[in-house]
């Protein structure tokens, strides 16, 4: 089945560490999306890639990096400068040239600072 | 200014009864889409319903109907014949397509509690 893969599902911290959340894909999108949620809140979007080898900053991309070399994969890494990276984060992934087809959502990582 | 606005934080509705999810939203674009999604307590984002903004009819999926009033600015979810499993956040978010780029702006949700 077609679907978006987050891993781990649940991830701890140490201060000063950085950590990386998986996401990959298989639904041959072409964008891809981070969002953090914190409690009771909506989604921000964090960064996004339309295309393979470029991605943009979104709302809150300071202390968040993420990589796009391959097509199914967007990787983000939460570095040391976030200093409250306690939220789930959920990724995302869309056809642009569908502009009303719904982005598709993995089942989230919550990361929790030790 | 939020552009996507859900004033109801939450909402209680009697088993097998219709209930309606307000939202609002703010754009200076012609062309947009609005979507509605729920979460459940495991996380998951899970797609709903879409209405584009050049849709004429009120777009219906099963249970779920978006009752859209353009000039209002307002894309109110209904349910139908609300079930247990309703239970959950909703959340409408705008993707507005004028600038070539295809984000989404979430609402901060509401929480839907069905009762027995």
């Known amino acids: 089945d077609g679907g978006i893969t987050q891993s781990p599902k649940y991830l701890f911290r140490k201060e000063g560490q950085n950590v990386t959340l998986s996401c990959e894909q298989n639904?041959?999108?072409?964008?891809m999306y981070w969002y953090r949620q914190d409690p009771g809140q909506g989604l921000r979007l964090i960064y996004y890639s339309q295309i393979v080898n470029d991605f943009q900053k979104g709302d809150i991309a300071e202390g968040y990096s993420v990589s796009r070399e391959k097509k199914e994969s967007f990787p983000l890494t939460v570095t040391s400068a976030q200093k409250n990276p306690t939220a789930f984060y959920l990724c995302a992934s869309s056809s642009p040239v569908d502009s009303n087809q719904p982005q598709h959502f993995g089942d989230g990582t919550r990361l929790s600072i030790l | 200014a939020q552009k996507i606005t859900q004033t109801q934080p939450g909402m209680f509705v009697q088993e097998k009864e219709a209930v309606t999810l307000d939202c609002t939203y703010d754009t200076s674009d012609q062309s947009y889409g609005l979507f509605w999604y729920k979460q459940p307590s495991s996380g998951e984002m899970i797609f709903l319903i879409y209405q584009g903004s050049y849709d004429e009819q009120n777009a219906t999926e099963g249970r779920y109907s978006l009752n859209f009033q353009k000039a209002r600015k307002s894309a109110n979810l209904v349910i139908s014949a609300s079930q247990l499993g309703d239970s959950a956040m909703y959340f409408c978010a705008m993707r507005e397509t004028g600038a070539g780029s295809y984000q989404l702006t979430f609402g901060k949700g509401t929480k839907l509690s069905v009762i027995p």
């Open positions: 639904l041959n999108h072409d964008a």
